[in-house]
């Protein structure tokens, strides 16, 4: 985009109806994103319209709130249960910023609402997210942000880490986290054409307070026993964590990386009653799903990776094996706010994404 941002398409007011494509809490989140970006102001209605809860959630109020707080934005409607919003951005300062839940909604999700604007900040910014949950349904882990999602953004040219205090579990959360990101006005495109060969396969399996019952060690080693059989050789690091007492729970992510920098990932989480090899089989088969029609990015990675090449400078492309909901709503919002139409084509079993 060889145009200054603020000026990618002028409206007095974005106008989101937030019932569009999934009806899910994905539009209100990039919705905000880019308001924030474009320093115009917002107002969806019908959010969450598609939900069982329609409206705000804890989780999604505290990503309105934060993301208002990194813009210095005026917010109106901005109560649990509203299915109405009004986002009225400033300059994008950076700095210190506090976020907390207060339930077991998600911190990556929180997260990945503020990333995009973090980028867009005059100077670094250091969130530290309170009482959340860090590995919960419905959403990525935190280590698949860690050791998937920010290393792509990476080759884009955005400086972001992660680093975990607390790790949170459903019903009770208590999760700390904090994202540290540096200035990155200007993001590279992204090209992934070539799936290239495996180099490496990696994991993290954690439990915290499971650690007499070998949960995070019996996670790894059934995920270890699932990829051998394929002929991988993968190292999966076991963490036994204490870090919260008030909510036992488990997790395991997997990666894979190419001699051509793809990185293709997946995760499962434990719940009672789910045996740790259940986990296991979950992630290792979302895994080799994945690379069994070599993409050049999970389906988990296409639709969080849309903003950023919609905002990036220049052509970017990638390869996914299916256009998920979220997909759906995500390229439908880059046009609707950004003007930004994306292409997508078939390849054989993938289909090809590309802003040109």
Request: glycine share 8%; net charge neutral; with cysteine.
């Amino acid at each position: 985009m060889n145009t200054p941002i603020g000026q990618v398409k002028g409206k007095e007011m974005i106008e989101i109806d937030g019932a569009k494509k999934s009806g899910s809490g994905t539009i209100l989140r990039l919705s905000v994103a880019l308001s924030a970006i474009l320093g115009e102001p917002l107002h969806i209605f019908n959010i969450r319209k598609k939900r069982s809860q329609p409206g705000l959630r804890p989780q999604h109020l505290e990503a309105v709130l934060t993301a208002a707080r990194l813009c210095n934005a005026d917010v109106k409607g901005a109560y649990i249960g509203s299915q109405e919003l009004w986002f009225y951005p400033g300059r994008i300062e950076g700095g210190n910023v506090e976020a907390e839940i207060g339930t077991a909604g998600s911190i990556p999700m929180l997260i990945m609402t503020v990333l995009p604007i973090c980028a867009f900040a005059k100077r670094p910014v250091h969130l530290h997210v309170l009482k959340g949950g860090t590995d919960v349904s419905h959403s990525p882990t935190i280590n698949y942000l860690k050791h998937v999602f920010l290393p792509v953004l990476k080759r884009m040219g955005l400086e972001a880490s992660i680093e975990v205090h607390k790790y949170g579990y459903y019903p009770r959360g208590g999760g700390e986290v904090t994202l540290n990101t540096q200035p990155c006005p200007h993001l590279k495109p992204l090209i992934l054409e070539e799936f290239g060969d495996i180099q490496e396969v990696r994991g993290v399996s954690i439990c915290t307070y499971l650690a007499d019952r070998g949960v995070a060690r019996r996670q790894a080693r059934e995920a270890e026993r699932l990829l051998r059989a394929r002929g991988y050789d993968p190292k999966i690091e076991v963490i036994n964590d204490f870090s919260n007492p008030i909510q036992k729970g488990s997790s395991l992510v997997l990666w894979i990386k190419t001699d051509t920098d793809v990185m293709l990932g997946s995760d499962s989480i434990g719940e009672i009653r789910k045996p740790s090899e259940i986990v296991a089989r979950e992630a290792v088969k979302s895994l080799l799903d994945e690379i069994r029609v070599k993409p050049t990015v999970d389906i988990h990675l296409a639709d969080m990776l849309i903003p950023y090449i919609a905002l990036a400078d220049g052509e970017s492309i990638y390869l996914a094996r299916m256009i998920t909901d979220h997909m759906e709503s995500n390229m439908w919002l880059v046009e609707e706010i950004l003007g930004v139409s994306l292409n997508v084509e078939r390849r054989d079993e993938l289909i090809a994404l590309a802003k040109k």
